[in-house]
Structure formats: structure tokens, C-alpha cells
């Protein structure tokens, strides 16, 4: 019986000694100074610019040619600098670019690249943006459709199978000049190359990674203004300051902490002991007790949800009935009470605080509220569309995915909109996300709660969609109208005149067609402790950028 | 003893190609594609990346090539993870899980064993009451609700143990904690049962009669006895905390295996859902079978059986 017992503790004992060696703690290895906070706080001097902040999801990959979503893409934009970078007004600069040149017809452009080094101390060249996007073209990853958007040259054709990688429209003439050839000219271009997917690679480092290029901190150089030094799958990582960089300068902060938590509350509690300066991916319940406070920002997204009608649905090819359901819509009680979390009222397909105007205008303040009227303008459309329908009652069925924001909304829809639509009766039915598109792209639908974001700064992120045959249609919207005018506005260089264009597109859209229903914008709460500045929040693109943050 | 391991064996791996086989094909009827924005690519950049990574192929095909692999032990790579290896995966997950459950077995069976004993030995008693009392609430608060609780109260407001994260062996302990609460439940009700009816049999009268200490009855006899039926409940038990810990992990931000194994059923990364579900079949299998030879151990009965047939 004791020898047993003695037999039991020693597995007990060796069972757990295995076990604790092998789960890698986050502060082995060489992640310093989790402490950080701490020792800012404590002493007079001058703050360690250390900052620690959450990420709501794990990096899937740090090699853009195959992935390019918001957690990588945040990572890439603070490991690597294009030929632009995006400013605190969400437009982009010149970052290695120094000079640069565009042909009479718009569709060669020459970059003149300022002196900067790779990490490793390889200078960075021409031949490693051409490298880069011949690679991206390569791999035919999720993200390749921005080099359409780019209207690179041959892009099409190598995606169709025609051409090779090798042919597309970019050239290094030597070590510092590059040259980018489009097929017509794209007004978009500088907003898109400052874009991780644009970002150089340096072929040496890439090729020797092989495989592994992009997966763990040390097989990934940097040119931007922090390297990883770092990363702990699923758990943290960690950049430093890249000395190397040509703007180094002006990067202040000299370690950056982050840390993968996908819940909002115990983000909340991490921010409340003072583990991390910033904190994301809340929810209102999660930030209760921080309204006003100087550490809460609440802040529009250019995400946004609106309901896609099916033409198929025989009433919804009357323009009363559809005009009348996004008039009838009570966006400000969605947002303000039964949401609450910094979701603002839609009434465009274009988000608010989006795509800044020649004049230096936002798109959604220059073209105002396109839905907007009274319940009884709604009303006596409805009935008007109704009749003339011949027809008493309406019973269409609303699909949306099956996260909380949509049932709330899908709920109140169906509550608010029967009542001030008499003769409606909304069915609800939930999928899953994945669920929902596939059934949107086969038109097995009637009415669906959809969402769409942009990935770049510039409102046809939000109206290209909507040209006859676009594959994220999934409306079978088809104006003769629409799609001329966009095609013009693609070839008009003038900026003025574009953005007049695009404010028409619109128009013709929701106003005219009345073809969808705009409904909310999303918001994002985000916690972050008022001594941490110059951490810029960008609304597109990007979601942040750490180069110019500091702690005071 | 060795054809009745042979055989388990041989159970073990018909039941696991059973489980591989079921599972790749109902995981071929979620709807929608493992990449990040299904929203915004269009049909030609799916079927060139469903031909870059063999998607394009009838699910027969893909079935027979992934059990290939899987026979040569090679579990393919993430498909949301671009190009990480399944197994590299699951090694770097299990352990902060298996720590977690393994503290929250260890913890909640001595708390849960000595519970049951005291309320055994003073049936009926205010002790007695208050146990079963907290054994029931141990069983109906769910263990995320325990979890934040603990987490705001001894992790942000007493700063007794941090709060979150995984950077040193004491985030464990709160997770562990919250784990372990199911575990002190369900064995302080089950020892207290069994104890009570142990008490009751014959030979611990005869025990008595013979003049064993109250110590040694109670050591010998009685625990002894009642200990059988909590090792058969040990193995779904050690299972369903490692499963159980996914929302944990999730609350306390814990790189554990069962986050993982969600995040890959939501997100269509078909190789790792494999993987992580061959593993947890692995390891429930694995864990039934020690509880088996364990019962057999302790159960002379059962043992004799079992040894007859060699």
C-alpha cells in the first residue's frame, strides 16, 4: 500500500513537471519587460517609452502575399514602410518614395526611392518592391484584387492565365528608381500603395525563409520603423525600435508590447490593473463606468450594415415598396438604444467620416442623408406600393448571421418596421456568417442584413459593388446609368470632377433607385490611457499606426 | 493481459478512423471557405485558391489524400494560420491546457475528496449541509461566470493573482481554480454517496466488531471501497475539463488547445480541425482505457476476470 502510495506522487509529480516545462510562460525567452508600466510610473524621470496594448486576435501570417486581414495588416503597417504611408488624416505621404512622377497620360509613374536599409543592413531597392508584387502576383493570395483595383498593368490577364507574374506592370530601372505602368489610370493609386500588400520584400531573406517566411519573428525583416523581436503564437509579441530606419528619428517609443486577448472584459480588467495602455475589441457592457472618461474613445469604423433586397422577390422590384422600408427604418433608436455602442445612423452606402473631397470635405457631409424621411412620407408610399402591387400584406424573410449585433438589429427591425408598416410581417431567420454570403451569391434570398467594409480610403470601396455583373452585386443591381458613369468616373483624372461623379453614383443608388437599405455605421470603443500619444487611429485601411506614439 | 491489450489496441484505432472518417465529411458541409474575407473575393480568386490548396479536388479525393498523410502522421498545415503545421499547432497549445486541467483534477479532487469524507463521516450536521450546499452550487455555476468573478475579484480588485495573460506559472492558478470547481462538486457528492453506503455494508460492521480503529475502517475499508466508482468518473471528468477549458482559456486569455479548436471550427481551417479533434478523440480513448486497467487494479473482482481470459 505505501509503496503505491510513494509509486502515485512520483508520477503525480512527474506528470507535472512535464507539463509545466512545456507551456512556454509569455515571460521566459526574451520578453524583458512585462513590467514596464510599473517602472514608468515609479520614477521622476522621463517615462520609458514602452507601451503595452491589446490585439484582439492572433497574426495569421506576416507575409502579406498570402494574408492581409486587420490584425496582420496592423503588424505589417508598424514592420514595414511602402513607397506612401498613411498621415493622421488618413491620407498617404511619401515614406520611401522621395520623388515622384506621373506621365502625361497618367499611366506610367516613377519613384524615386530615398536611402534605407533592411534590418539586417541590406539597403532597400527598387528591385525588392518589383520582387514583392511579382511575388503577391505569385501566389495569388486573398488581397490580389487591390492590385486590380491599382489597375496595374497585365493584372487581369495574369489572373485569366494569359501572362506570367513576370509581366506585370512594374520595372525596376536601377536600385532607386521604379517604375509602375497602369492600363488606364487609377486616382486611387497613391491611397492603395500605401497598403501593406505594396510593401517591398527583400528577395534573399524571403527565399531563405522559404516556408516559414512571415510565421515566427525571426523570419521576417522589417524596413519600417520597428522590428519584432518577438512572438509567442496566440499569446503576445513584441517590437523594438528599428535603429536602422531612415525616419528613425521620429519614432519615439522603444519597445511595444502586445498581447492577444479575445475577450472584452478581461481586456477591461487588464487595462484596470494597468497591464496595458490600450485596450480593443470591447463591448458597451464591457466599458460601463468609462463613459466620459478621458482614457474612453468612442469612434466611428467604415464598416457598415445594410439591407440587400432581392429583385428576384417579385414586390421588391417596386421602387415605392423598397423606397418605403428604408424610409420607415428608425436608425436613430437602433443605434442609440438598442445598440449603444458607438454605431451611428446610415443613410448612404457611404460611411460617415470617409473619403475626404478635393475640398477637403468628408463624401458623407457633402452628399447628406439619401433615406431620410418622415414615417408618413413612408407610410403613404408603402401603401402606394402596395396598391399598386395589388396587394394587402407583405411577408419577406430577413436573413442575417448569427452574431449579437445582428439579432438586436434583425429584432428590432422586425418590432419597429411591423408597426409602421401595417401589412408587413418580417420573418427571421439566422445562419451562419459564411452562411449568409453563400446565399446572397445565389440569390436565395428575400432580404439579408449585410455588411461591407473598406479596404481602402476612397468611396468606391463602397460603390464599385454595384456595377451590372460586380461579384459582391449579389443584388442583380443593374442601372445602364450607373455603370456608364462609373466607367467615366474611372477614366476622369481630374479629382474635382471624379468626386462629383462619385457623389452622383450615389445618388443614382439610393436616392433614384432607392435599391438597398442603408442602416448603421459601426463604432469601435477602444480604452487607452491618456498619456500615450501620437498613436494615430486611422478609420480605413489601417487601424492604427504606432511610428509617431510616445508615452508623456 | 497482452491479447486483452492487443485488443483494446486494436478498438482504439478502428474507433479513431471511424472518428477521422466522420468528421472530414460532415466538416465538408459547413458552407463557406477557411480564407479571412469571404465577403469580398470573388468566384475566380476562390477556385484559384481552392486549387492552390487542393480544395478543388471531389471530397473522396481529399479524403483519401488526407488519410494518406495522416497514416505517415503528417497533419497538413493551417489554412487560417497560412502555412503553420497542425502539429507544431497543437504542441504549442496543449500545454498551458494540460496544465490547467491537470491542476484543476489535482485541486478538485483533494478538495472535493476531503469534503465528501467529513460530510460522510457527520451526516446530517450543519458541516454536512454546508458542503453539499456549495456542491450544488459548484455544479450549476457555470465555470465562466466563476471565471470573471474570480478574475475581477482576486485579479483586479484584491491583485492577488494576475488577472490574465500567460507569462508566468501564476496565471495559472486562477484558471485552475475556476476549473477545478466542477471537479470539487461532482466528486465531494459522489465520495459522500458512496461512503455512506460503503458504511452501511456488512464487513465494515465486521471490521468494527474485530476492533479495527474508527482511522483504519474509515482508511481501509471504507475509502478504499468507495474511491472505485470515482475512477471510472475520473476519465469523462479529466475530458471534459480539457474541453471544458476553452471558454476559461478564452476568458483569462489563455493560449490553450480548446480556444483554438473553436477559433478552427469558425473559421473552416479544415486541417486543424482535424488535428484537434483526432487529438481530443486520442486522448479520450487514451483516458478511458488507463481508467479500465486502473478500475482493474483496484476492483480485485474485475481483475480476476480479465486475468482469466489470458
Known sequence: MRVRLILCLMIVVLVGGTVLSGCNFGSSGNNSSSTGAEDGAGSDAAPKQILNMIEGDEISTLDVAKDMSAVSANAMNSLFDGLFRYNDKDQPELALAQEYKVSEDGLTHTFILRDAQWSNGDPVTAHDFEYGWKRVMQEKGPYISLFELASLLNVNKILDGEMKPDDLGVKAIDDKTLEVKLSVPSPMLEMLLALPIFMPHNQKFVEQAGEKYGLEYDKVLSNGPFVMTDWKHDQSWQYKKNDRYWDAENVKLEEINVFVVKEGSAAVNLFDTGKVDRAVNLSPFDVTGYEGSEHFIKMATTSNSFIRLNPDFAPFKNENIRRAISMAVDRESLTSIVLNDGTIPSYGIVPANFAISPDNMYFRDVNGDLSKDTKEEAQALWQKGLSEIGQTKLEPTLIFSDVDWSKKTAEFLKAQLEKDLPGLTLKLKTVPHQQRVKQEKAFEYEMSLSTWGADYNDPTAFLDMWVTGRAANRMKYSNPSYDELFAKSTMETDPKKRYDMLLELEKILIKEDAALVPLIQFGNLILKRSNVKGLIEHYSGIEYSLKWAYIE | ?310
Open chain 2, 1 to 310: 493481459m497482452i491479447r486483452f491489450l492487443l485488443k483494446r489496441f486494436g478498438i482504439m484505432v478502428t474507433t479513431l478512423f471511424i472518428i477521422a472518417t466522420a468528421t472530414f465529411f460532415l466538416m465538408k458541409l459547413l458552407p463557406g471557405t477557411p480564407y479571412s474575407n469571404p465577403d469580398k473575393l470573388s468566384e475566380q480568386q476562390i477556385a484559384m485558391m481552392n486549387q492552390k490548396y487542393g480544395l478543388d479536388q471531389p471530397v473522396p479525393i481529399q479524403y483519401a489524400r488526407y488519410m494518406g498523410n495522416l497514416i505517415q502522421g503528417d497533419l497538413g498545415v493551417s489554412l487560417h494560420y497560412k502555412g503553420r503545421p497542425v502539429s507544431q499547432i497543437i504542441l504549442e497549445r496543449i500545454g498551458p491546457s494540460a496544465l490547467i486541467g491537470f491542476q484543476a483534477l489535482i485541486f478538485g479532487s483533494f478538495i472535493g475528496l476531503a469534503l465528501g469524507i467529513i460530510s460522510a463521516l457527520k451526516p446530517n450536521t450543519l458541516f454536512d449541509y454546508g458542503s453539499v450546499t456549495l456542491a450544488v452550487l459548484g455544479m450549476s455555476i457555470p465555470s465562466f461566470v466563476l471565471a470573471s468573478l474570480l478574475q475581477y475579484y482576486i485579479g483586479v480588485k484584491l491583485k492577488w493573482l494576475p488577472p490574465g495573460l500567460w507569462e508566468s506559472y501564476t496565471s495559472s492558478l486562477l484558471p485552475s481554480l475556476a476549473l477545478s470547481v466542477i471537479v470539487i462538486a461532482t466528486v465531494a457528492r459522489f465520495i459522500r454517496g458512496e461512503m455512506l453506503e460503503v458504511l452501511g455494508q456488512e464487513y465494515i460492521m465486521t471490521a468494527r466488531a474485530k476492533g479495527v480503529t474508527e482511522w483504519g475502517v474509515v482508511m481501509r475499508h471504507v475509502l478504499r471501497n468507495s474511491l472505485i466508482p470515482v475512477v471510472t468518473m475520473m476519465g469523462p471528468l479529466a475530458v471534459g475539463i480539457i474541453t471544458g477549458t476553452l471558454v476559461v482559456e478564452k476568458i483569462f486569455s489563455v493560449p490553450g488547445l480548446g480556444e483554438q479548436f473553436i477559433l478552427s471550427i469558425m473559421s473552416k481551417d479544415y486541417s486543424v480541425i482535424m488535428g484537434v479533434t483526432l487529438f481530443y478523440s486520442a486522448l479520450f480513448i487514451l483516458t478511458v482505457f488507463v481508467v479500465d486497467v486502473l478500475y482493474g487494479i483496484l476492483d480485485p473482482r474485475i481483475r480476476e476476470t480479465e486475468g482469466g481470459r489470458t
